[in-house]
């Protein structure tokens, strides 16, 4: 275990459910990030909340809803979603840049399918 | 915005021998350099960082990387391979409030 925690590791979804990925991290770490992995496209930033304030959305779509209710939650709601929104979806959080310790721990992702 | 490019996909090296995997970076300004590594199914794990100081920079596993500002290249580099170094592995650039990575490159060790 890395210290960030995601659940659920799988999810198999329909385009017109709604669920909830989640994130928990104990490293006393300030911010906390989204990030989308395709096969064979580069990592992709979709949200991140510092100090439990969205700071940056890269342009991601309305159907995907992050909420960061504390410095060690983040949650991603997702409703009616595409198939093309199946991917890995990695958590990973770090303390703020200008720190010695600046650097991400990722958690284990949660492999989506959307049928 | 800063950016890393990776340029090969996929690097094959026999075990025992060195490996290199290449990053080259743009940024404005001093950059925070990283490189990470991912195992099937997995997240990604830390391997190293260039934030300031000796240009050449020492990992985890035995991994090292050269900052090297001239050539804008932050390469990976292992002395001798393992077959359990078999991964894809990520450079990434600090740019703004979040990391950038590059597109990744899967390294295969041959026995």
């Known amino acids: 275990e890395t210290g960030v925690t995601q659940t659920p590791r799988h999810l198999v979804m329909g385009m017109t459910n709604k669920k909830s990925l989640k994130c928990e991290q104990h490293?006393?770490?300030?911010?906390m990030y989204w990030y989308k992995q395709s096969a064979k496209k580069p990592l992709e930033l979709m949200f991140v909340?510092?100090?439990?304030?969205?700071?940056e959305n890269n342009s991601v779509p309305s159907r995907f809803s992050p909420e960061c209710p504390n410095s060690s939650h983040l949650f991603l709601h997702l409703h009616t979603l595409q198939p093309e929104d199946s991917a890995l979806y990695l958590c990973?959080?770090?303390?703020?840049?200008?720190?010695?310790?600046?650097?991400?721990?990722f958690g284990s992702g949660t492999r989506l399918t959307v049928v | 915005a800063q950016s890393v490019a990776q340029p090969e996909d996929q690097v094959n090296v026999a075990e025992g021998n060195p490996l290199t995997v290449k990053c080259t970076y743009s940024v404005s300004g001093n950059p925070y350099l990283f490189w990470y590594v991912q195992y099937p199914n997995r997240g990604l794990q830390f391997l190293l960082k260039?934030?300031?100081?000796?240009?050449l920079v020492k990992g985890s596993y035995g991994f090292e990387a050269e900052f090297n500002k001239s050539q804008t290249s932050f390469h990976l580099k292992k002395p001798s391979a393992l077959v359990s170094d078999s991964a894809l592995y990520f450079c990434?650039?600090?740019?703004?409030?979040?990391?950038?990575f590059g597109s990744g490159t899967r390294l295969q060790v041959q026995p």
């Open positions: 490293l006393g770490h300030n911010a």
């Open positions: 909340y510092s100090l439990e304030e969205r700071v």
């Open positions: 990434a650039v600090r740019d703004r409030e979040a990391l950038t």
């Open positions: 990973a959080s770090s303390q703020e840049w200008n720190t010695p310790n600046y650097g991400y721990t």
């Open positions: 260039y934030i300031t100081g000796d240009n």
